[in-house]
C-alpha cells in the first residue's frame, strides 16, 4: 500500500462516525416546482411550494424518505412560476416573492426578498452535518410491571432487558446566520422566561412543563417550519446558531416568507392545517378544580353559580372518576356515579358543559384488550400512531363508556405521554437543563421511537377530532391537551401551560412562554389560574409558595392577577389541587378579591361578541388571537423583549401585573407601595385608556395605575369593540343589543361574526358577517349589509353605538348614557356621530 494509500486509510478510520459536512453540487435537475441537486454524498432539493414559502430537503440516503411526523396535511402541488439559472458557483431561483442562491461549493442557501434584501442566511461553510445514529426497538419485562405512584397519578412500568437495532437514522445539525437585531419567537410553550429567542439555547422535547413546536418567527419577516418528530436543540450561544435534530431521515424544513406575521402563520396553517371554529361556550368561563367527587358536588358548585349570578358555561370533571386501582380507565366508577347519563343531564339543564379528563393510559381490561392486538407502544400507552388503535380507544372505550353519555369536551391530559423527572429523581437535577433533557427525552425514545418524541399529542388529537367527527355533526370538537406539537391546532385544541406551581417567579414565566407557543400557529393556550400546585411539596416541581391557600391573603392577589391575565387568553380557567377555586372560596360579595374576580368574568362575557368574532378570524383568516405585541408592531423593535404586554385580537393591548402590591408571600400588607406599574406604548398609533378613556401618544412608557380590581388595559384608537349584556351562559340572551364601543383618533373597521354556537354548519356557508367601518375625519360609522344567514339568526338587533371619551364608555360595566340607539336588520346604515 502507497503511503497516500494509507494515509487515506487511517483518515477514514479517524472519521468514521463523526458528522460529515455535505460536499459540492455535482449535477443539478429542474423538475416541476423544484430543483434536485446530486451532492457527493446525498441529495438536496429546493422546492416552491408557492412563491412565498419553500421546502428544503436534504439527506445523506439515495432518495429522500421524509421524517414520518404527519405535521403537514396533504396538498394538491400548485404550479408556480420561477426562473432558474446554474452557473460556475450559483444557482438562483426566482419566484414572484424571492430570490434563492445556492452555493455550488458549500450547498449553504441564501433567502432574498425581491429587493435584494438578505431575508436569512444558512451557514456559509457549514449549513448542515449529518451523524449517523441506530434506531433501536426496545424489549421489556412485561412479566415484572410495576405500579408507581407519582403526583401525576399511576404509572406503569417495565424494565428495559433489551434492545435491537432495527435501521438507523441521522443527527442533523441545521447551521444558520442571523442578522444583528433580529429577534427570533416561537419554539413553543417553555420554563425559561424567554421572549426573544436571540442568544438563547431552548431545549425541544415534551413534558408536562414543555410543548415544543418546531416553528421560529423572525422579527426580518420570515418563519422556519422544521417537519422533524425528534428531540431538537435550538442554538444561538456561544456554540453557534443551529437546530440540532437528535433522530432524522433528513433534513426537511419550510422557510416561509410574510413579511408580517400574520402571513407567516397562514403558510404555516397551509401547510400543517387551519384551525377549526371553536364553539362559543368556550370563550366563557370554565370553572374546574382537582377534583369534583360526585355528582352531588357537581350539581350544587353549578346551582350555586347560578343562584349567585356568577357567569359560567363549563364545569370539569378531573381525574379519579374511574374504578380504583385502575388509572385511565375510560369508565366511570359506578360507585360513586351510578349514573352518569343524568349527572352530564342535570349539568345541561343548568345551561352548562361538561368537559372530562380522558387519558391515554389503558388499564383493566382496556390494557388487556388492547395488548392483545398488538396495540400499546410503552407499558400502559395506547399506540395512537396506528389508525386502528385509535379506533378502538375511541369506539369501545371513549364513546361507548363517556361520549354517549352526553360529554362535551375533552380534557387530554399526560398526552406527553411518558416522563422521566415528574418524580422525587426530578430533585437531584433541579436547575440542570440539560440533565432534564436527557432524563426526560430517553423513556420518550425508548417508549415512541427515536424519530417521534415529540408526536404523540397530534396522533392522539387526531384520533379524537376525527372520530367523533365521524359520529356527529352537531357538536364541535374540543380538546384540552397538555402536550403541543405543530399541526396539533388542526385538530379542535387548546393546549394549557401544565401543572405548574404557585410562585410569582413562575407566574411572571407564564406570559412569555403563552406568546411563543402561539405564535408558532398554534392560536389556543391557557394556565391553571392560581397554579396547579399552591403549597409547598418535597418535589421540585410542587414548590409553592402560599401553604394557607385560599385563606391566604398572599394567596388571594396572586390569584386575583391569574385571573386577570387569563382572561385575555383564548381560554378563561380556573383550576388546581389542594384548595378549591370557585369565585367565593377568596372571599364575600363586597370584598376586593371576590369583587374582582367577579368582574372579570362579568368582562369575559360583555366582550364574547367581540371574542367570538376574532375566533373566526382565527378559523377563517389564519389570524391569531393572543398575540405578542410583535405582531402588531414588528417595526418597533422596542417590543421585542417585552414579555408582559400583549394584544387581544386587534384592539385591545393587555398588561398583567406579575408582583405583589397589596401582601408579600408572608402574607405581611406592603405599605408605602405604589399600586402601579409601567407600561410602554407601541408607536405609529394613539392608545385610550379601556378604564377611564384618557388618550395617549403612541411610543412612550407611561406609569399606569394596577389597582386590584384590574389591570392597565389600553385599546388602539380607530378600534370598535362589539360588546354585550353579562350573560349567565354564552347562548342566554341570543337576541340581546350590541354595545358597539368605537375609539376614535384613527380610521378603523370591525367585523362582527355569527353562527349557531356549536355545530359544524358553518363548514356549509350557515353564518353571518356584519362589516363595521369607522370614519374618523366625518365621524360615521357604516354598519354594512349583513353577509350570510343561519338557522335561527337574530334578523333585528338594537345597536347601542359608543364614542368613547374620557370617563364615557369605559370599563366593564354597561354605558348608561349611550350616543345613539340604531335598529339593525340586516341592511346597510350610516349612523354619524
Known amino acids: 500500500m502507497t503511503h497516500l494509500k494509507k494515509l487515506l486509510f487511517v483518515l477514514l478510520v479517524l472519521f468514521q462516525g463523526m458528522p460529515m459536512i455535505h460536499a459540492q453540487v455535482l449535477k443539478t435537475t429542474r423538475l416541476q416546482n423544484k430543483i434536485l441537486c446530486q451532492l457527493a454524498n446525498g441529495q438536496l432539493a429546493v422546492e416552491f411550494i408557492n412563491p412565498e414559502v419553500i421546502r428544503v430537503q436534504c439527506t445523506n440516503e439515495s432518495d429522500f424518505v421524509g421524517n414520518g411526523t404527519d405535521m403537514c396535511v396533504s396538498r394538491t402541488p400548485e404550479e408556480v412560476a420561477f426562473t432558474f439559472s446554474d452557473n460556475e458557483k450559483t444557482i438562483v431561483l426566482q419566484s414572484e416573492k424571492l430570490n434563492v442562491e445556492i452555493n455550488k461549493l458549500t450547498t449553504s442557501i441564501c433567502y432574498f426578498d425581491k429587493s435584494g434584501k438578505l431575508l436569512l442566511a444558512e451557514n456559509q461553510t457549514a449549513p448542515r452535518t449529518f451523524e449517523k445514529v441506530n434506531v433501536e426497538k426496545v424489549r421489556l419485562d412485561t412479566k415484572n410491571k410495576k405500579v408507581e405512584k407519582t403526583a401525576d397519578g399511576e404509572k406503569i412500568r417495565a424494565e428495559v432487558i433489551g434492545r435491537d437495532t432495527v435501521g ?148 370539569v370533571q378531573d381525574w379519579n372518576y374511574w374504578k380504583p386501582g385502575w388509572w385511565g380507565h375510560k369508565k366511570f366508577d359506578e360507585n360513586f356515579y351510578p349514573n352518569p347519563d343524568e349527572m352530564i343531564r342535570k349539568v345541561h339543564q343548568n345551561n352548562a358543559h361538561y368537559m372530562l379528563s380522558i387519558w391515554p393510559t389503558m388499564n383493566g381490561n382496556e390494557g388487556t384488550e388492547m395488548a392483545s392486538k398488538g396495540f400499546l407502544v410503552s407499558n400502559s400507552i395506547y399506540d395512537a400512531y396506528n389508525p386502528a388503535a385509535r379506533k378502538m380507544y375511541w369506539d369501545e372505550y371513549v364513546n361507548k363508556n363517556l361520549f354517549s353519555k352526553g360529554v362535551d369536551a375533552w380534557w387530554c391530559d399526560a398526552s406527553e405521554p411518558i416522563d422521566g423527572d415528574w418524580n422525587d429523581r426530578g430533585n437531584a437535577i433541579v436547575g440542570n437543563l440539560r440533565a432534564r433533557y436527557l432524563m426526560n427525552t430517553k423513556p420518550l425514545e425508548d ?213 405583589p ?93 355569527e353562527d349557531e354556537g356549536d355545530n359544524y354548519n358553518y363548514e356549509q356557508g350557515k353564518s353571518a358577517n356584519i362589516v363595521l367601518q369607522w370614519d374618523d375625519k366625518n365621524k360615521m360609522l357604516t354598519i354594512g349589509d349583513r353577509q350570510g344567514s343561519f338557522d335561527n339568526m337574530v334578523v333585528k338587533r338594537n345597536f347601542r353605538l359608543v364614542l368613547v371619551g374620557e370617563g364615557h364608555g369605559v370599563g366593564y360595566a354597561e354605558c348608561q348614557n349611550v350616543d345613539k340607539i340604531v335598529k339593525y336588520t340586516g341592511k346597510k346604515l350610516n349612523v354619524a356621530l
Open 168 to 315: 438507523h437514522a441521522w443527527r442533523c445539525r441545521q447551521q444558520f446566520t442571523w442578522a444583528n437585531g433580529e429577534a427570533l419567537f416561537g419554539l413553543g410553550c417553555h420554563e425559561e422566561d424567554y421572549m426573544n429567542l436571540r442568544g438563547k439555547m431552548q431545549y425541544l422535547y415534551q413534558h408536562n412543563l414543555k410543548k415544543s413546536v418546531p416553528v421560529l418567527m423572525s422579527s426580518v419577516g420570515y418563519g422556519l417550519l422544521f417537519d422533524v418528530g425528534s428531540s431538537m436543540i435550538f442554538h444561538d450561544d456561544f456554540e453557534g446558531s443551529f437546530f440540532l435534530m437528535n433522530a432524522v431521515y433528513e433534513v426537511d424544513y419550510y422557510f416561509m416568507y410574510g413579511p408580517q406575521f400574520d402571513q407567516i402563520v397562514s403558510h404555516y396553517r397551509t401547510l400543517t392545517g387551519k384551525v377549526q371554529m371553536m364553539p362559543k361556550y368556550v370563550f366563557g368561563y370554565t370553572q374546574s378544580k382537582e377534583r369534583y367527587t360526585s355528582p352531588h358536588e357537581i350539581d350544587s358548585v353549578l346551582t350555586r353559580f347560578r343562584t349567585e349570578k356568577i357567569p359560567l358555561d363549563m364545569i
Open 447 to 659: 417508549g415512541l421511537g427515536l424519530t417521534r418524541t415529540n408526536t404523540f399529542s397530534l396522533h392522539h388529537a387526531q384520533g379524537i377530532y376525527e372520530n367523533q367527527r365521524l359520529l356527529t355533526d352537531k357538536k364541535r370538537v374540543v380538546n384540552l391537551t397538555r402536550s403541543g406539537f405543530a399541526g396539533l391546532q388542526r385538530y379542535g385544541t387548546f393546549v394549557w401551560n401544565g401543572d405548574t406551581k404557585a410562585t410569582w417567579a413562575d407566574f411572571a414565566q407564564w406570559i412569555p412562554s403563552g406568546l411563543n407557543y402561539m405564535a408558532t400557529g398554534c392560536p389556543y393556550w391557557t394556565i391553571d389560574a392560581g397554579a396547579f400546585f399552591v403549597k409547598s411539596r418535597a418535589q421540585w416541581f410542587g414548590k409553592g409558595a402560599f401553604d394557607k391557600g385560599t385563606d391566604d391573603m398572599a394567596y388571594r392577589e396572586f390569584y386575583v392577577r391569574n385571573v386577570q391575565f387569563c382572561e385575555w387568553l383564548p381560554m378563561f380557567r380556573s383550576h388546581g389541587t389542594e384548595f378549591a377555586r370557585e369565585p367565593w372560596q377568596f372571599g364575600k360579595k363586597g370584598e376586593p378579591f371576590y369583587e374582582s374576580i367577579l368582574q372579570q368574568i362579568n368582562l369575559r362575557y360583555r366582550l364574547l361578541p367581540y371574542t367570538y368574532s376574532v375566533a373566526a378570524m382565527v378559523a377563517f383568516q389564519d389570524y391569531t388571537m393572543t398575540r405578542m405585541l410583535a405582531f402588531d408592531f414588528m417595526d418597533d423593535a422596542n417590543v421585542y423583549n417585552i414579555k408582559d404586554q400583549f394584544m387581544f385580537g386587534p384592539a385591545i393591548m393587555a398588561c398583567p401585573v406579575t408582583k
Open 661 to 753: 402590591i397589596y401582601y408579600d408571600v408572608n402574607s405581611k400588607e406592603l405599605k408605602g407601595v405604589n399600586k402601579t406599574r409601567s407600561v410602554y406604548l407601541p408607536k405609529n398609533t394613539n392608545w385610550i385608556d379601556f378604564w377611564t378613556g384618557k388618550k395617549y401618544q403612541g411610543g412612550i412608557t407611561i406609569t399606569a395605575d394596577a389597582p386590584i380590581e384590574h389591570i392597565p388595559v389600553f385599546v388602539r384608537a380607530g378600534a370598535i369593540v362589539p360588546m354585550s349584556p353579562v350573560q349567565q351562559y354564552a347562548s342566554e340572551m341570543p337576541g340581546a343589543p350590541y354595545e358597539i364601543r368605537i375609539y376614535p383618533g384613527e380610521n378603523g373597521s370591525f367585523t362582527i361574526y
